[in-house]
């Protein structure tokens, strides 16, 4: 158990609808890191934040966006779904800015659009 | 830009045999790497890091990774594997210079058989 829970475990959405996933990370962490995993992209970056801030952008879609909260939960909303968006999402947290704090990830959301 | 690139989406070992699974980078400035377990249905689980301390990087379960900068390459390896070792595994890259996101090379599951 690493310590980074979130939820849901599972998602299935049509095409078209919003979801919102949530992360808490480990009690300490100020970080927060949001990770896609796809079988055609593999494990790609969305977006981190630190602290309450936006600190870095990866491949992330106008469609999704993610905000942290001040007791430092983190939600990545993901609207206008496709069916390519059908993915695991990790998040992510460390204690630091950047590396080389150790990321720990938690178990993933798996979401199915349909 | 940084990339990862991991030789062999599968391997397949017999127990007690040695476990080498192959990680090259690229990166413009010295990285830090990562080596990442994910068992089915879970998240990622952190294996071991190089920070430039140690070329030479033990961690959990038994598993090393040796850093070669002439080579650009942080291979793992464990000498005797052991049926729970199968899982997927992912090399990760993240640059020196504060870069806070992590890139992820396509992950290379293992077999362990009898």
């Known amino acids: 158990d690493s310590g980074v829970t979130q939820t849901p475990k599972h998602l299935i959405t049509a095409t078209g609808q919003r979801v919102t996933l949530r992360c808490s990370p480990r009690?300490?962490?100020?970080?927060v890191y949001w990770y896609q995993q796809s079988l055609d992209q593999g494990l790609q970056f969305l977006i981190q934040y630190y602290n309450g801030e936006e600190r870095a952008k990866g491949n992330i879609l106008e469609r999704f966006s993610a905000q942290q909260f001040p007791d430092l939960h983190s939600e990545l909303n993901l609207s206008s779904l496709e069916l390519g968006d059908s993915a695991l999402y990790f998040c992510?947290?460390?204690?630091?800015?950047?590396?080389?704090?150790?990321?720990?990830f938690g178990p993933g959301t798996r979401l199915t659009v349909t | 830009a940084q990339s990862v690139t991991q030789l062999g989406s599968h391997v397949s070992v017999s127990e007690g045999a040695l476990v080498l699974l192959r990680c090259n980078y690229s990166s413009s400035v010295p990285p830090y790497l990562f080596w990442y377990v994910q068992y089915p249905n879970q998240g990622l689980q952190l294996l071991l890091k190089y920070t430039s301390a140690a070329t030479l990087v033990k961690g959990i379960n038994g598993f090393e990774a040796e850093f070669k900068k002439s080579e650009t390459s942080f291979h793992l390896t464990k000498p005797s594997a052991h049926m729970s070792d199968a899982a997927e595994y992912f090399c990760a890259v993240s640059d020196q210079g504060g870069s806070e996101k992590l890139v992820f090379g396509k992950g290379t599951k293992l077999t362990v058989n009898p």
């Open positions: 992510a947290s460390s204690v630091g800015l950047a590396a080389p704090y150790e990321q720990y």
């Open positions: 009690s300490g962490d100020l970080s």
